[in-house]
């Protein structure tokens, strides 16, 4: 069962000082004695307008004291005596607090004595309290009594120094009385309690004719005693009272990292603070800035302000003590460089990141993500920039022009077409370029989707053939032709010959080559298909070149040639495999050729030519020369030419000269010579063209994979993994024609084709 508490009423004024009562409680107690305090201004109810109500003051041993009451009524408020208050004996110093915004106003105080033991609180003790109570009272009598000059107790100077003496009652009456209010409220005169007393004193000795001089002098303000005390109108020896309480407050700053002080203004702790504080200012060290919403609440009248993107200000005017603990500033966001290598992708934009965005115009408010790689548009003026992070700006745009694709090829007589693939598959990757000034400069191709063969098929073989004609065998095995890649024609689609590694089509009839044994013909345009009688089992692995014209397929081929009227066919391919046909179904063995060569058939100037060169991955039965043999009927064969050489070719032939492009058998191997071989002659010389000058690069990094002759010029590409092409008229000389750049290279995996 709880204990009953303890209640006690008792009355406060917030107007004039309170009357004396007594109250007495038990040292040690805790929460077992209630005081309800009704509240008066002067001699009438005081209404409280405010939650924010405090007891505060100090115990018997001096420790300052603070707490919320329990709870208030319009005119009332009640609070419990705790053990803090409680603790020790003696007496206990209280005053209620009522605080509203930046006002505060404060009771006058009162006293509770804390009995030490139970068995003190006795009559005698009682007694001698209220002793205490009549001479207080006593002494009120005796002050009005000597105001008005009785003669009814000896006194020193009774007649003579009566101002001297109410000055000494009255201080020392303040002294013996006066309450302790909580540490952040400094009282700068104590007699405030007093304050009408003393005026009531003073006007009923005036007005009863006192003897002596009264050198008492009051004040509403501390601003009027300042002004006489400035002029010099206050006698010494003379009791200043001054009605209006002065109270005084401190306010701590305390900084966040990566700002600075400025010691040039206000200190960070100021204390006894009683109008406006110093303003203290802050600044944002090197590489950190205070964002627009950096923001610090306001704490009893003190306010952070920010001044700009480096400095902030604490101000104002303190109602309480303050603490405020400052928000450190932003790291401050660096510049980005703008993209670049942006291109045109054919309704794409090339060479985007995932860190990039693009919008329609440099002043967008709305900028969209793009992708890493290229992002899909429409086509039109776009503008890309890196996006902002949490440190970096956004980049300044850049502008990028998407132009329309193309609805159909622009490949006119005389263009030079670089077919783009990758991996064996026509792609947009690595794009179709075209030259329509003898490779001079060169355009890309945006669209090939309306190119059939293009659009993202596999092929084994591209070849340009009799008349012109350009082939191309997909490894579904259809057979397409077209002569200015703009129509084409399905030849034959015939799954049991897929996978062929070689064709070759000439006066009606077409060639297949492939794996064991598989070698096909056709008489009626692919319509129907014969096995040969040839009789290969190994896997063939050349490019070849035949009749005058650029025949180029993917790796796995076997190479075939016709004579000028087509009435004989000649094939070269490894181990000394070289056969000759009249009709291209039955072949026959051409003998005396070396069989540890791998060979090209050519017919060039009435002549046929096989091109013996060292086998490729067979360097165990290889015995590192060249060959080369002719015969005028694809017969009777003469060997005309054979050295020692490390090299293996591609070979073109053009009025009396053959040439071949050559390498170091290992492959992206040295920087390659020009064979020339003089058919006049039988002479092959090598010759270096300037092209190390050209490309200024690394010899090791330069390969010739394609060699092609186009309108009385030599055109030669570079290696599968550059982007260069040269032309030449006197072999010698070359000059490199490679004028488009962009991510993807413009020559990397690219067949050479000529529209003629």
């Known amino acids: 069962m709880a204990l009953t508490t303890v209640k006690k009423e008792i009355s406060l004024n917030v107007g004039q000082p309170n009357n004396f009562e007594l109250l007495c409680a038990m040292q040690g107690d805790n929460k077992s004695f209630e005081i ?20 505060k003051g ?3 041993a001096g420790l300052t004291i603070q707490k919320n009451v329990d709870s208030h009524t319009a005119n009332t408020v009640a609070f419990t005596l705790t053990e803090d208050m409680l603790m020790y004996d003696g007496l206990l110093k209280l005053v209620l607090v009522f605080a509203e915004s930046s006002t505060q106003l404060t009771t006058f105080p009162f006293v509770i004595k804390v009995i030490n033991s139970p068995g003190g609180n006795t009559a005698d003790d009682i ?80 007005a009863s004719g006192g003897t002596g001089s ?111 603990t400052l928000a450190p500033p932003a790291k401050a966001k660096s510049t980005q460089q703008p993209p670049t290598g942006l291109s045109d992708g054919g309704l794409k934009i090339n060479g985007t990141t995932a860190a990039m965005e693009y919008a329609s115009s440099p002043a967008a408010s709305v900028w969209t993500g793009c992708a890493d790689g290229n992002t899909t548009v429409t086509d039109g003026t776009w503008y890309v920039r890196y996006k902002e992070t949490d440190s970096l700006y956004a980049s300044d745009s850049v502008e990028i022009v998407i132009e329309a694709l193309e609805t159909d090829t622009p490949f006119e007589p005389g263009t030079l077409v670089a077919l783009g693939y990758t991996d064996t598959q026509f792609n947009n990757t690595s794009p179709t370029c075209y030259s329509t000034d003898n490779g001079q400069t060169w355009n890309k191709l945006k669209n090939i989707s ?23 065998e997909k490894r579904d095995s259809s057979i397409y032709q077209s002569k200015t890649l703009k129509q084409w024609t399905v030849l034959c689609q015939n799954n049991s010959f897929s996978n062929m590694n070689t064709f070759y089509y000439s006066n009606g009839i077409m060639l297949l080559g492939g794996y064991n044994n598989n070698s096909l013909y056709s008489i009626d345009g692919g319509n129907t298909w014969n096995q040969t009688d040839l009789p290969f089992s190994d896997k063939e692995r050349r490019l070849s070149i035949g009749n005058n014209s650029f025949i180029i397929s993917e790796y796995n081929i076997l190479n075939f040639c016709t004579s000028k009227n087509n009435s004989m066919y000649v094939t070269g391919g490894y181990h ?17 050729i070396y069989e540890n060569n791998q060979y090209i058939a050519i017919y060039f100037n009435e002549t046929f030519y096989l091109i013996g060169f060292l086998m490729h991955y067979h360097d165990e039965i290889d015995d590192g020369k060249i060959r080369i043999y002719s015969s005028s009927n694809g017969i009777s064969w003469n060997k005309i030419f054979e050295a020692a050489s ?31 071989f003089d058919t006049n002659t039988n002479s092959l010389n090598w010759i270096e063209p300037n092209i190390k000058a050209l490309l200024s690069i690394s010899p090791s990094k330069l390969q010739f994979q394609n060699l092609i002759e186009f309108k009385n010029e030599l055109y030669a590409s570079d290696t599968w993994t550059s982007t260069n092409l040269y032309k030449s008229s006197d072999i010698v000389n070359w000059k490199n024609v490679s004028n488009y750049t962009e991510n993807h290279d413009m020559l990397r995996y690219k067949v050479l084709v000529p529209i003629l």
């Open 576 to 592: 000394g495999h070289c056969y000759y046909s009249y009709n291209g179904r039955n072949w026959n063995s051409i003998a005396g």
């Open 646 to 676: 490390g090299y293996r070719f591609l070979f073109e032939g053009r009025a009396d000269t053959i040439y071949a492009c050559i390498n170091n058998k290992i492959v992206f191997g040295t920087l390659p010579k020009l064979a020339v």
């Open 36 to 55: 309800t305090a009704t509240l008066y201004d002067t001699n009438k109810l005081y209404t409280i307008n405010t939650d924010n109500i405090k007891i």
């Open 127 to 206: 007694k001698t309290v209220s002793a205490l109570v009549e001479e207080a009272k006593k002494w009120a009598m005796q002050s009005k009594s000597y105001a008005v000059g009785t003669d009814n107790e000896v006194r020193d100077g009774d007649k003579t120094d009566n101002s001297k003496y109410y000055y000494e009652q009255s201080k020392k009456s303040a002294d013996d009385s006066k309450s302790h209010a909580d540490d952040s409220k400094n009282y700068a005169d104590d007699s405030k309690e007093y304050y009408e007393q003393i005026q009531d004193l003073i006007n009923n000795s005036s």
């Open 450 to 472: 309306f190119i059939p063969p293009f659009n993202n098929e596999k092929f084994n073989i591209i070849k340009l053939c009799d008349d012109n004609y350009l082939f191309f």
């Open 214 to 324: 009264s050198n008492i002098l009051y004040y509403d303000t501390y601003g009027e005693f300042k002004a006489d005390l400035d002029a010099g109108n206050i006698p010494d020896e003379t009791l200043i009272c001054i009605k209006e309480s002065k109270m005084y407050f401190s306010v701590k700053i305390t900084i966040a990292d990566n700002m600075s002080w400025e010691n040039s203004s206000g200190k960070e702790i100021q204390n006894n603070v009683e109008n406006a504080m110093i303003p203290v200012i802050y600044h944002a060290d090197s590489g950190y800035y205070f964002p627009s919403d950096y923001n610090i609440a306001s704490q009893n009248g003190i306010s952070t302000i920010r001044n700009s993107d480096s400095q902030i200000t604490i101000s104002g005017t303190p109602t309480a003590d303050t603490q405020i």
């Open 58 to 60: 100090e115990n018997p």
